[in-house]
């Protein structure tokens, strides 16, 4: 908690790609589904967890999970996790989805906007949503080390949000080489353990998907 803003980050490290996974509501791709947070979480097995770009909203952008290409058309941002654990954000007219896809892409969002340029904070962002608000978003260090960043907001006396710049400021200050914002606002939402640890706006929503980290053995 600083400057009237409580946000909460998770340090996460994988020893295998493939204990960072996606999940999306009801278990099924599709518009129509939605599910909160916690209970996706509890259905995937994912011991931390975070709203992801809530794709069912739109008829467009790029749809990776888990290495299955669901749609292929990008629209905002695009950010990319690929088979050797790197992780990429592109601006829209520079994302090439047969690249992408050749190069090995396990997750891709399209959501945005990327956070960083050239791993420093910026001021320019492909969003027109730039004012205090609550924000969910996803940092990468290295291969296997990536980060969560969990920002409440609209609440008074609690927590304002941030904005982009903020935000971007503090994916810098955290180390990061790559950020990028996925959806906000009522649905940012953070699990951990089966138990939501931050504070969503109006007791957060359902929404389409999560990204998540599960146990391996």
């Keep these: 908690q600083e400057n009237g803003i409580t946000y909460f980050v998770a340090d996460v490290y994988v020893k295998h ?40 909203a739109r008829n467009g952008g790029v749809v990776i999970r888990n290495g299955d290409l669901y749609r292929d058309t990008s629209s905002a941002d695009v950010c990319v996790i690929y088979a050797d654990g790197t992780m990429q954000s592109y601006e829209e007219k520079s994302f090439d989805i047969d690249a992408a896809i050749e190069r090995g892409a396990y997750q891709a969002w399209n959501f945005g906007p990327r956070l960083l340029v050239d791993g420093k904070s910026t001021t320019e962002f492909n969003s027109s949503v730039k004012n205090k608000n609550p924000r969910c978003a996803i940092g990468y260090y290295a291969p296997g080390h990536y980060c969560f960043v969990l920002v409440d907001g609209r609440q008074s006396e609690y927590s304002s949000g941030m904005t982009l710049d903020e935000l971007s400021l503090l994916f810098e200050s955290l180390g990061c080489i790559d950020a990028y914002n996925l959806d906000g606002g009522q649905t940012a939402m953070m699990v951990f353990q089966g138990e939501v640890v931050n504070r969503p706006t109006n007791g957060g929503r359902k929404c389409s998907d999560i990204v998540g980290i599960t146990e391996g053995n």
């Design 17 to 56: 790609l493939k204990y960072l996974i996606t999940a999306f509501a009801n278990d099924q791709y599709g518009r129509g589904q939605r599910q909160y947070p916690v209970d996706m979480a509890e259905n995937s097995g994912a011991i931390l967890a975070v709203n992801g770009d809530y794709y069912g």
